[in-house]
């Protein structure tokens, strides 16, 4: 998962290079840790879920109402 984000960063990098870097970075995980924030206010949450077929991660992402 963090390659994936770095490897955006860089390739707007490559685009963009009057962006600083760690602006890129930052900006790539910043949905991430809104999530967490929302998570630990308990405003949105997962739970896990029983599937026939693999899934990635096997949870199911909810906010609570």
Do not use: C, N, R
Request: aromatic share 14%; charged share 10%; net charge positive.
């Amino acid at each position: 998962m963090t390659a994936g984000h770095f490897g955006f960063a860089a390739a707007v990098k490559y685009k963009s290079p009057k962006v600083p870097l760690w602006a890129l970075m930052l900006s790539t995980y910043l949905i991430d840790i809104v999530f967490i924030i929302l998570v630990s206010a308990g405003i949105e949450g997962f739970a896990p879920i029983k599937a026939t077929q693999p899934t990635y991660g096997g949870v199911i992402i909810h906010a609570y109402h």
